[in-house]
C-alpha cells in the first residue's frame, strides 16, 4: 500500500512536537541509546486504527523576529507540497494571531485539505477561545491537548477518513537508494553506475512524488536503483534545506533493501551524515557507506583510507557493521567495487540461519561469559531461533527479560557476528519471557 502523508504546521510554541510526539506514539525527537545520532525528528511513520501514514513536523512560522526567513517558509512548503493532509496547529489559550493569519494564507494556495487542530484546549478560557479560530475560513475544527491526549482519536478521525490507499504492485527485485545531503555526490554516483556496460533497461516514473526509480543491469540481474538526487529539483532553496533533504532520503530509505550512504571526502564526515544514516539504522535497513571523491586524494592512498576508515569507525559507532567503499563518482575509478558490496549486504540481511547454530552460538556465548546476578536473580537462556529477515530477527526465549541489561544484549550481539557473516546489515535480538 502507498501511504498518506500528514503534515504539521504552525507557528512556535503550539505544541507541534508535543503532537508529533503524541501521534507517533513514543518520544522520538531524541535518539537516547544511540550514541552519535541525537537529533530533532521531522519525519516518522505513525499508525491509527490500522491505517498506516507518514508524519511530518515543520518548524514554526513566526514574521515577528530573524527566524521567519526563507529557509524556514521553504520548509514550511516543501511540508506542505509533500502531503494529502495538512494539520494546522493553533494555540488556543491565545487566539488568532498574525502568525496564523500568514500560515492560513499559505494553506489557501495549497489547494489541500486542512485540519485545524486548536491545542492547549484543557480549560474554560481555551474552549471559548475556540470559537475564534473559525475566522480562518477552513472547514475543520478540533479541540485538542496534545500534552494531556484529549480529542486525539477525534483529530486522526478527521485526518484519516478520506485516506486514498494506493495498492503498489510487489517488486521482488533488489531496492536500493542512493541517499545523504546535498552536494556530496549522489547524482554523479547514480550516473556513473548507470554509465557502466551494465547499462539501463528502462526509466520508470517512482512511485513516491520525490524519486526516480532506474532498473539496473547487472551480471544479467536486474536491480531498482531509487535516486534521490534531486532529479526533480523544485528550486535551488529547497536542495539547500537539509531537511528535505532528509525527508526524501527517508522515503526511499522506507522503500529500500540497502541503502548507499554518500559521504564527500573533501568535506569530511558532519553531523548530517550521521542523522541519514541513523534512519536507515531506524529503519532495519543494510546500509553501504561510500566515501566519494576519491580521486582527489593526492597523498598516500593507503595512509587516507586507513585514516577514514578510523574517522568512520569513531562517527559511525552505532553501525559497526556497515561496508565502506572508497571510489570517485566522477572518474568512475573504483566504481566497481561498489555493487558487490551492495549484493553482499543484501545477502546477509536475507540470511536464514538453522535454529541448531544460533542455539549453539547463543549458549556457547552464554557459558563463555554468564550474566551477572541482579538483585540475587540470574538470566537464563532457554531457546533461541530466527524470526524474520530484512532485517535478520532473533528470538531469545528467557526466564525474565527484565534482567537483559543492554551490555549483555551487546555481547550476544557480539558474538554472533563473531559466529555468522552478518556484515551490511543490523540484526535484531527479540528477548522473550518463556511462554511469551
Request: proline share 3%.
Amino acid at each position: 500500500m502507498k501511504k498518506n502523508t500528514v503534515c504539521l504546521v504552525g507557528k512556535p510554541n503550539v505544541g507541534k512536537s508535543t503532537l508529533f510526539n503524541r501521534l507517533v506514539g513514543k518520544k522520538i525527537s531524541i535518539i537516547e541509546d544511540i550514541p552519535g545520532v541525537t537529533r530533532d525528528r521531522i519525519y516518522a511513520s505513525a499508525n491509527y486504527d490500522d491505517t498506516s501514514f507518514y508524519l511530518i513536523d515543520t518548524g514554526g512560522i513566526d514574521i515577528s523576529g530573524s527566524s521567519f526567513n526563507e529557509e524556514i517558509r521553504a520548509q514550511v512548503e516543501i511540508g506542505i507540497m509533500e502531503s494529502d493532509v495538512i494539520v494546522f496547529v493553533v494555540d488556543g489559550k491565545e487566539g488568532v494571531t498574525s502568525n496564523d493569519l500568514l500560515i492560513r494564507d499559505m494553506l489557501r494556495k495549497s489547494d489541500k485539505k486542512v485540519i485545524v487542530a486548536i491545542n492547549k484546549v484543557d480549560n474554560k478560557l481555551s474552549e471559548e477561545n475556540m470559537y475564534d479560530f473559525y475566522t480562518l475560513g477552513f472547514d475543520d475544527y478540533v479541540g485538542i491537548s496534545a500534552e494531556h491526549n484529549i480529542g486525539i482519536s477525534d483529530l486522526m478521525d478527521k485526518v484519516t477518513e478520506n485516506f486514498m490507499m494506493v495498492e503498489e504492485e510487489e517488486d521482488n527485485r533488489l531496492k536500493f537508494s542512493v541517499i545523504g545531503r546535498p552536494n556530496v555526490g549522489k547524482s554523479s554516483l547514480v550516473n556513473a553506475l548507470l554509465n557502466e556496460e551494465r547499462v539501463i533497461v528502462s526509466d520508470i516514473a517512482g512511485t513516491t512524488r520525490d524519486a526516480i526509480d532506474t532498473i539496473l543491469k547487472y551480471d544479467g540481474e536486474e536491480y531498482v536503483l531509487i535516486d534521490t538526487a534531486g532529479l526533480r529539483k523544485k528550486g535551488k532553496i529547497f536542495e539547500s534545506v537539509e531537511k528535505y533533504s532528509l525527508l526524501r532520503s527517508m522515503r526511499a530509505i522506507d522503500r529500500s533493501d540497502v541503502c548507499i550512504l554518500v559521504i564527500n571526502r573533501e568535506e569530511g564526515i558532519i553531523e548530517h551524515d550521521k542523522h541519514i544514516a541513523g534512519y536507515a539504522l531506524e529503519a532495519g535497513k543494510a546500509i553501504v557507506i561510500v566515501v566519494n571523491k576519491w580521486d582527489t586524494v593526492t597523498l598516500d592512498k593507503d595512509k587516507e583510507m586507513k585514516k577514514w576508515k578510523q574517522d568512520i569507525k569513531n562517527n559511525f559507532q552505532f553501525i559497526p557493521y556497515a561496508k565502506v567503499c572508497f571510489l570517485s563518482a566522477l572518474t568512475r575509478k573504483r566504481i566497481g567495487t561498489l555493487m558487490p558490496l551492495i549484493l553482499e549486504s543484501y545477502n546477509n540481511a536475507i540470511k536464514e540461519v538453522k535454529t541448531s547454530v544460533i542455539n549453539e552460538v547463543i549458549l556457547d556465548a552464554f557459558m563463555e561469559t554468564p550474566p551477572p546476578s541482579y538483585k540475587g536473580r540470574r538470566l537464563k537462556i532457554y531457546f533461541t531461533h530466527q524470526s524474520g529477515i530484512k532485517p535478520p530477527r532473533f528470538d531469545i526465549e528467557v526466564n525474565s527479560k527484565g534482567l537483559v541489561h543492554f551490555s549483555y544484549h551487546r555481547y550476544l550481539e557480539n558474538k554472533i557476528r563473531e559466529n555468522i557473516d552478518f556484515s551490511g546489515t543490523p540484526i535484531v535480538l527479540q528477548f522473550k519471557n518463556k511462554g511469551e
